[in-house]
């Protein structure tokens, strides 16, 4: 199982990126999903999820009503859109499968992350 993080960059406080999770060797149709992020000197710290059938969502409080998780089954890939990026923003983007119970916790390897820089 390979999860391929892409559509990091650096962008302007305000500024918006799209970043996309490719998964390969496990379909995620049955899976939840979640991006997670990890700041310098920080730990890995959960950003967003969404259910199996893309009706349920959850974010941090630090990004609800700016950042926008969404799912394409028949690509196998996950997404997340962030607006209004903030300088506080600025991490590796990961994603990876959500355990069944809680938002939170993730299981299986992770990827090599997708690197979002906000500049004041």
């Known amino acids: 199982v390979q999860l391929v993080e892409s559509g990091g960059g650096l962008v302007q406080a305000g500024g918006s990126l799209r970043l996309s999770c490719a998964a390969s060797?496990?379909?995620?149709?049955?899976?939840?999903m979640g991006w997670f992020r990890q700041a310098p000197g920080k730990e890995r710290e959960f950003v967003a999820g969404?259910?199996?059938?893309?009706?349920?969502?959850y974010y941090a409080d630090s990004v609800k009503g700016r950042f926008t998780i969404s799912r394409d089954d028949a690509k196998n890939t996950v997404y997340l859109q962030m607006n209004s990026l903030k300088p506080e923003d600025t991490a590796v983007y990961y994603c990876?499968?959500?355990?069944?119970?809680?938002?939170?916790?993730?299981?299986?390897?992770w990827g090599q992350g997708t690197q979002v820089t906000v500049s004041s």
């Open positions: 990876n499968f959500l355990k069944t119970l809680g938002w939170s916790a993730a299981f299986g390897s």
């Open positions: 060797g496990r379909s995620i149709s049955n899976y939840r």
């Open positions: 969404i259910n199996w059938t893309g009706s349920s969502t």
